[in-house]
């Protein structure tokens, strides 16, 4: 079945780094497009980046623009996202989101905290 497993979260300090993963399976991973949500509590999901199916192409949400980098390997069925210059206001639950199929799948999410 499919499925996609986040992991990396934690806890960091503003102006750290953390690498989230995203390890995919059940579906031929390398034809569809990844993407990353978040979700802060009391707010809505927000999608925060997205990979085209091969790579070669990436958007952001204007508020991680050069903070963050999305990317993949299709050899490990693994989609990545480098998050740098961490900022109290990137504290979210955060997500890895496929439409395989025109059906959605998520992960179960990780948690980021950024706070002194």
């Known amino acids: 079945q499919v499925q996609l497993v986040e992991s990396g979260g934690g806890l960091v300090q503003p102006g750290g780094s953390l690498r989230l993963s995203c390890a995919a399976s059940g579906f031929t991973f390398s034809i569809y497009t990844m993407k990353w949500y978040r979700q802060a509590p009391g707010k809505e999901r927000e999608l925060v980046a997205t990979?085209?199916?091969?790579?070669?192409?990436?958007n952001y949400a204007d508020s991680v623009k050069g903070r963050f980098t999305i990317s993949r390997d299709n050899a490990k069925n693994m989609v990545y996202l480098q998050m740098n210059s961490l900022k109290p206001e990137d504290t979210a639950m955060y997500y890895c989101?496929?439409?395989?199929?025109?059906?959605?799948?998520w992960g179960q999410g990780t948690q980021v905290t950024v706070s002194s």
């Open positions: 989101y496929c439409a395989v199929g025109f059906t959605p799948r």
């Open positions: 990979i085209s199916n091969l790579g070669h192409s990436t």
